[in-house]
T-cell receptor, first 115, second 115 residues
Framework: KAGVTQTPRYLIKTRGQQVTLSCSPISGHRSVSWYQQTPGQGLQFLFEYFSETQRNKGNFPGRFSGRQFSNSRSEMNVSTLELGDSALYLC??????????????FGQGTRLTVV | AQTVTQSQPEMSVQEAETVTLSCTYDTSESDYYLFWYKQPPSRQMILVIRQEAYKQQNATENRFSVNFQKAAKSFSLKISDSQLGDAAMYFC????????????FGTGTRLQVTL
């Protein structure tokens, strides 16, 4: 079956602009998580959506937001972009049923460059 | 809060040899999972092996095995018969069952495989 799909793969934006990233999970997966990966901070958890509700949130400013649609596809939005937002943004999907298999499957990421 | 520490930024191994990557973690939870992920140059995170904390037996997946020392909070990955395709960044990660889908990652170990 198809894996996790992230679009676009690459993005260049200017400081102050906003950006929307998209993630389509594996069919049947209701949980979508987002991570930011930078050389300095490593992999950091942004937030997780499950059945259209934000279930977990990391320590990021309010400029970072997300949502999930009824088909489990998720979007992440970053407003008022800063140079420090340049990163690889990874999306992961899972069944996320408590006590059962929680394996996360990752997409190939979106490389965001802010200039 | 959970923390995951990987103290080896880089490791090198010769083809067909064995290498061990180290990982320590800290958590106050009693129920959690531990993972090793591989990130090749393609950037996609691939699950290598997982360990449930309540299981005493060390997990094994073909050439990959772990040494899980729960009291010492240690979770090392052993790669046997190393292959050129094993060259990648390896991340150790933990997940509390109470915060399903929120992975906490270590800083990673870059593994080089030489002929």
């Amino acid at each position: 079956k198809a894996g996790v799909t992230q679009t676009p793969r690459y993005l260049i934006k200017t400081r102050g602009q906003q950006v929307t990233l998209s993630c389509s999970p594996i069919s049947g997966h209701r949980s979508v998580s987002w991570y930011q990966q930078t050389p300095g901070q490593g992999l950091q958890f942004l937030f997780e959506y499950f059945s259209e509700t934000q279930r977990n949130k990391g320590n990021f400013p309010g400029r970072f937001s997300g949502r999930q649609f009824s088909n489990s596809r998720s979007e992440m939005n970053v407003s008022t972009l800063e140079l420090g937002d340049s990163a690889l943004y990874l999306c992961a999907s899972s069944l996320a049923l408590t006590g059962l298999n929680t394996e996360a499957f990752f997409g190939q990421g979106t490389r965001l460059t802010v200039v | 809060a959970q923390t995951v520490t990987q103290s080896q930024p880089e490791m090198s191994v010769q083809e067909a040899e064995t290498v061990t990557l180290s990982c320590t973690y800290d958590t106050s939870e009693s129920d959690y999972y531990l993972f090793w992920y591989k990130q090749p140059p393609s950037r996609q995170m691939i699950l290598v092996i997982r360990q449930e904390a309540y299981k005493q037996q060390n997990a094994t997946e073909n050439r990959f095995s772990v040494n899980f020392q729960k009291a010492a909070k240690s979770f090392s990955l052993k790669i046997s018969d190393s292959q050129l395709g094993d060259a990648a960044m390896y991340f150790c990660a933990s997940l509390n069952t109470g915060t399903a889908s929120k992975l906490t990652f270590g800083t990673g170990t870059r593994l080089q495989v030489t002929l």
